[in-house]
């Protein structure tokens, strides 16, 4: 059997995060993504893959930070209108109306509308031209909002995943 172009369909469901990115000029970007995952839990250690010439893997080349905002279902169309790629500076969750707060220790905000937000720093940017990069990155923090998951971080609300190409579904506990 022969490797088809959506091959990778068969590793999904996935979580949708929304990636809260500041350029060097401390301006936001935001833009869903689902490649995300844990490489070690001590220390905490995740793996990201992002297109080179995306504004977010740019920002985290130039910054080295970025927060992973957990998506619930209800803000589906508001994170489509972030997968738009507007030109860069343009600030992606005013387009959605979606708000936006400090983060507890990186500088990348976190959006309000969020249910659980993971505040990363990068400790390896590894550039590939015309494919996917790739960013390692250490969890800082780790904050969740009250009652959206029960006390093994299993989801009381529903969180929206990804089943690839542009279907979606959700899950909750």
Partial sequence: MSINENWFHLLHPKV???VTTLDSRGR???APFTWITPISDDPPIILMAAWYESDT????EETGEFVLNVVPKELKQKILICAKKPPR????LEKAGLTWSKSKIVKPPRVNECIAWVECSAKEVVKKEDEYSFIVAEVKCVD???N???KNFLPKVDI???LGGGNYSSIRV
């Fill in 160 to 162: 929206l995943l990804h």
């Fill in 28 to 30: 936001i970007n935001a």
């Fill in 148 to 150: 959206c998951f029960n």
């Fill in 16 to 18: 949708i995060h929304l």
């Fill in 89 to 92: 500076g343009v600030n992606e």
């Fill in 144 to 146: 969740v909002k009250k």
């Fill in 57 to 60: 893997f740019k920002n985290i």
